[in-house]
């Protein structure tokens, strides 16, 4: 098994649809940019105690190196100076937006 992040949505917390899997969220607005959204998403992976949605047990220590390494990857195309602007709208100062993550668990290919 291993294990990859994916971007599910940037949004309000009341609109977030939600997902199956572990969910990371990063604050944002609009000063936010792309490298500031990766490092705290890296500061999420790594300071989070994360579960396997399948087997319901703590994700093994290999899991964090595979995530921290399919969150660079991620990210490995953006301007890391860009601004994060996936649907972030002008907002209404009602409350913080949120870029979610999930985590995907793949099968290795036989």
Known sequence: MTYKIIYLD???PDYFAGFGGETLAVAVDSEST???VKADLL???SGAELWDSESRSPMPGS???E???SAADLFSAENPAALWDKGL???????FIYAYF????ERESE
């Open 10 to 12: 940037t949004c309000y």
């Open 34 to 36: 792309m490298e500031s």
């Open 43 to 45: 500061r999420e992976i």
């Open 63 to 65: 899991a964090y190196d």
């Open 67 to 69: 995530l921290e390494k």
């Open 89 to 95: 709208g002008d907002g209404d100062g009602a409350g």
């Open 102 to 105: 999930g985590i995907k668990k």
